[in-house]
């Protein structure tokens, strides 16, 4: 298989990319930022495992259409596509400047919009495909100082069900995956807002989480390459919590 990860250069999307070419898929890297990429590239040829590595930002309309073309060339076509690029932004909303908004809103959606159009041309060609979309709990239950981050990730849901419904006769599945308290940068980021030690953030969050931990990358992973693999064949549209239990309550 041939697999695309955006924000393949840390935290999840590294994970995932690593976990995906452990089990023998030929796996496109995309980010941000090209040092960051060489080590999760070097990483993976270290275990045995096949990568290449395109820098750029995602939330470009042009960039998104070139790394769909440039994988299918590079490396024979395109199987999988996983969403996973984002970023946060934390605080009430009369905080974020207009430009921040748009960053935001160009990052999470318009650049899943812009990746999952090009990928379903060639998808559709090949005979089939899935797409695994990044959203959140975050986009399931409300947290505070979180409503223009929780607007993405709200809105990636209902992209993920209309976009299934719309190529489930076209063999393309279309599913999203919703992580809750990841051990990630970003989670430091946002560790790094409060006026607490890291270790006192982290043991509240332990405390809130039903099963008791914080999760990890290789946690998401495992789930979204069930998402893609042939064994989640009759799953399109579901909307997958990673979260420990979180919102369940």
């Given at each position: 298989k041939v697999v695309l990860v955006t924000g393949a250069?840390?935290?999840?999307?590294?994970?995932?990319?690593?976990?995906f070419a452990a089990h023998g898929a030929r796996v496109m890297l995309s980010g941000r930022d090209s040092a960051r990429g060489e080590t999760v590239l070097s990483e993976i040829a270290a275990s045995g495992g096949t990568a290449e590595l395109i820098t750029g930002d995602v939330a470009e309309a042009?960039?998104?259409?070139?790394?769909?073309k440039d994988t299918v060339a590079r490396l024979g076509?395109?199987?999988?596509?996983?969403?996973?690029a984002g970023i946060v932004m934390h605080g009430k909303i009369e905080s974020h400047s207009d430009a921040a908004w748009?960053?935001?809103?160009?990052?999470?959606?318009?650049?899943?919009?812009?990746?999952?159009?090009?990928?379903?041309?060639?998808?559709?060609?090949?005979?089939?495909?899935?797409?695994?979309?990044?959203?959140?709990?975050?986009?399931l239950i409300g947290y505070e100082n979180l409503a223009a981050y929780s607007a993405t990730k709200g809105a990636m849901v209902m992209f993920t069900k209309v976009l299934a419904l719309d190529h489930a006769r076209d063999n393309i599945r279309v599913?999203?995956?919703?992580?809750?308290?990841?051990?990630?940068p970003m989670m430091d980021m946002g560790l790094?807002?409060?006026?607490?030690?890291?270790?006192?953030?982290?043991?509240?969050?332990?405390?809130?989480?039903p099963i008791g931990r914080i999760g990890e990358a290789e946690d998401v992973a495992a789930t979204?390459?069930?998402?893609?693999?042939?064994?989640?064949?009759?799953?399109?549209?579901?909307?997958?919590?990673?979260?420990?239990?979180?919102?369940?309550?």
């Open positions: 250069t840390s935290g999840i999307g590294a994970g995932t990319a690593k976990a042009e960039f998104c259409q070139s790394l769909v076509g395109l199987d999988i596509l996983f969403n996973n748009q960053t935001l809103l160009d990052t999470n959606l318009s650049s899943v919009f812009y990746l999952s159009r090009a990928a379903i041309g060639h998808m559709k060609q090949q005979g089939g495909g899935a797409i695994i979309n990044m959203s959140s709990e975050c986009g599913n999203a995956v919703c992580p809750g308290d990841i051990d990630t790094a807002t409060k006026k607490l030690t890291s270790e006192e953030i982290r043991e509240r969050l332990r405390e809130h989480i979204v390459m069930f998402l893609a693999s042939e064994a989640a064949g009759f799953v399109t549209g579901a909307i997958v919590p990673i979260d420990g239990g979180t919102t369940a309550r």
